[in-house]
């Protein structure tokens, strides 16, 4: 979780699942106002990690919280978020 998915999170999801694919990750943006950087797409495609990197940024409307195991939040006001909107969600 970060603030436009369109950096931190989205990286941490494509190396996750490169280094990782038996765990399901996925990512989302507090709100989504720009697309995928391009600083992104450079850096992963040095990674050999381009092909994980979801197509199109998404928000956190569009996520059922309470189905994840785990909830990683880059910042405090993401999290305080994430709990508005999820409090059984605290545990994760």
Same mark, same amino acid.
């Given at each position: 979780m970060c603030s436009g998915n369109a950096y931190r999170s989205p990286v941490a999801e494509a190396l996750l699942k490169k280094?990782?694919? *038996?765990? *399901?990750?996925?990512?989302?943006?507090?709100?989504v106002a720009i697309p995928t950087s391009e600083e992104v797409k450079k850096y992963l495609a040095r990674e050999n990690a381009e092909q994980?990197?979801?197509?199109v940024p998404e928000g956190l409307d569009s996520k059922q919280l309470g189905e994840y195991d785990l909830i990683v939040a880059m910042k405090p006001r993401h999290k305080e978020l994430v709990l508005s909107r999820c409090p059984e969600c605290a545990d994760k």
């Open positions: 280094f990782k694919p *038996e765990i *399901e990750v996925d990512s989302a943006g507090i709100h994980y990197l979801k197509k």
